[in-house]
C-alpha cells in the first residue's frame, strides 16, 4: 500500500507547483530519440494543468558533473514536451538564479514552465542545502514524478521536499504501487528473471528475492559468474571475478530457487557476424564466449514463466543490441507477455528490450527507473519517496 500523499490529495488551483520529472532521455541530433519518459508523466502534468496550477518543471540530463554543457541542456525537452501536450511550454536557460525566479513568478495559471538541467548546478547531487531553498522558492507545492531518480538523495528529489508541501506524482505512485506489491504482497508463484552483465549490481536484490521469490531464472553475463562458481571454464566469456565466491554463496543459499541456463549461444568474437553456435552448458574452450541464453533455456524459462502469478524482470538475457544475439531476450520477452500474471519489467535494458520486442502493450508495468526498481526489489527506502508527506 503506497502511504505517501499524492497530488490527488491537495488543492492546486492557483498555485505554482514544481514538478521533479525524469526527462533523463536520449537525444539524437539535438532532438529527443526516445520520448517513453517524457510521455509516462504527462498523467500528472495535465492534471495539475486541469487543476488550475501553473506546472514548473525540472529534470537531470545526461551527466556534465555541475557545469553548464550545450549539448545536455533541457530546452529540445521543453520543445518535445511542447508537441505533445496543447498548453503553452516555455523554456528558460537557468535553474534558480533570477531569470528562472522572474519566469517562475510570470507564469500564467494553466502554462509550463521547463528549467534548465538541475545537474547544470554543482550542488544538485551533493542534495546542497541552499539550491533546495532556491528551487522551493519558485513555488507553493512540490510534486515528485521522477521515480527513476528517487533513489537519489539529489537537491531537486529530496531536499526540496524539506521546504514545501510534498506530494507525489502519479507515476511515482503508479511504480510504487507495483514494485510493492510485487515484494510485500504478491500473487504466487513470484516468478524473478535477472539478467544483465553484472551479478555485484543485484547481489542485495537476489538476497532479497531469496527470501520472497519462488523462483529466480539467471541469464544475461551474470549468469557467467555462477558457471565459473560452478568451477566450469566459460572460455573468454565476461565475468566477474571478485563475485565468483558470492554467486558460490548464493546457489547454497537458493535451496533450487535460482536457475541457471542449460544451454548458451557462444561466438568467436564478440562482433554480430561473429561465428555462433549453440552448446550446452558445459566447459567452453578459449577463444570463445557465451553472448546469450540457448533455445532449450528460453523453453525450459518459458514453463515456469507461464504458470507465475508474478513476473518481475530486471536485465536482459544477452547482447540482445547484436540482433544474432538478441532471440534469447526477445524469446523470454514473450513469455512475459504471454503469461496471464501480474508482468513488471525494471527499467534500463529491460524496458529497451520490451519497447524493441514489440510487446510492451502486453506487459502490467513496465518501469522508468532502472536503479530506482533494483533498490525497491531489494528492499531498500528511496530517499525520494521518504521525503514526501506522509498520508493521515
Known amino acids: 500500500m503506497f502511504n505517501k500523499k499524492t497530488l490527488r490529495d491537495i488543492d492546486v488551483k492557483g498555485q505554482r507547483v514544481l514538478v521533479r520529472v525524469d526527462f533523463n532521455v536520449p537525444l539524437e541530433n539535438g532532438k529527443v530519440g526516445d520520448d517513453t519518459r517524457i510521455k509516462a508523466a504527462l498523467p500528472t502534468i495535465k492534471a495539475l494543468l486541469d487543476g488550475g496550477a501553473a506546472v514548473i518543471l525540472c529534470s537531470h540530463l545526461g551527466r556534465p558533473k555541475g557545469v553548464p554543457t550545450p549539448s545536455y541542456s533541457m530546452k529540445p525537452v521543453a520543445e518535445h514536451l511542447g508537441k505533445l501536450i496543447k498548453t503553452p511550454v516555455h523554456f528558460v536557460p537557468d535553474l534558480i538564479a533570477s531569470e528562472a525566479q522572474a519566469a517562475a513568478a510570470a507564469l500564467p495559471m494553466g502554462e509550463i514552465l521547463v528549467l534548465e538541467n538541475t545537474r547544470f548546478h554543482p550542488g544538485e547531487t551533493k542534495n546542497d542545502e541552499t539550491l533546495a531553498r532556491q528551487l522551493a522558492a519558485l513555488a507553493d507545492i512540490y510534486v515528485n514524478d521522477a521515480f527513476g531518480s528517487a533513489h537519489r538523495a539529489h537537491a531537486s528529489t529530496a531536499g526540496v521536499a524539506a521546504h514545501l508541501p510534498a506530494v507525489a506524482g502519479l507515476l511515482m505512485e503508479k511504480e510504487i504501487q507495483y514494485l510493492g506489491a510485487a515484494i510485500a ?5 513470484l516468478v524473478a528473471i535477472l539478467g544483465g552483465a553484472k551479478i555485484s549490481d543485484k547481489i542485495g536484490v537476489i538476497q532479497n528475492l531469496l527470501r520472497k521469490a519462488n523462483t529466480i531464472l539467471i541469464g544475461g553475463g551474470m549468469a557467467n559468474t555462477f558457471f565459473k562458481a560452478d568451477d566450469l571454464s566459460i572460455g573468454d566469456s565476461l565475468f566477474e571475478e571478485d563475485a565468483v565466491e558470492t554467486a558460490r554463496n548464493l546457489m547454497r543459499m537458493s535451496h533450487g530457487k535460482i536457475h541457471l541456463p542449460v544451454d548458451v549461444v557462444v561466438a568467436d568474437m564478440f562482433e554480430n557476424d561473429a561465428e555462433r553456435r549453440v552448446l550446452a552448458t558445459g566447459p567452453l574452450q578459449q577463444g570463445w564466449r557465451i553472448l546469450d541464453i540457448g533455445p532449450e533455456t528460453v523453453k525450459a524459462y518459458s ?79 528511496l530517499p525520494g519517496v521518504a521525503a514526501l508527506l506522509d498520508k493521515g
Open 303 to 381: 514453463e515456469i514463466i507461464k504458470d507465475a502469478g508474478t513476473v518481475v524482470w530486471n536485465g536482459p538475457m544477452g547482447v540482445f543490441e547484436m540482433p544474432n544475439f538478441a532471440n534469447g531476450t526477445f524469446g523470454v520477452a514473450q513469455a512475459v507477455a504471454d503469461c496471464k500474471g501480474v508482468t513488471i519489467v525494471g527499467g534500463g535494458d529491460s524496458a529497451a528490450a520490451i519497447q524493441q520486442s514489440g510487446l510492451a502493450g502486453k506487459i502490467s508495468h513496465i518501469s522508468t527507473g532502472g536503479g530506482a526498481s533494483l533498490e525497491m526489489l531489494e528492499g531498500r527506502e
Open 185 to 189: 504482497n504478491p500473487t504466487r508463484p
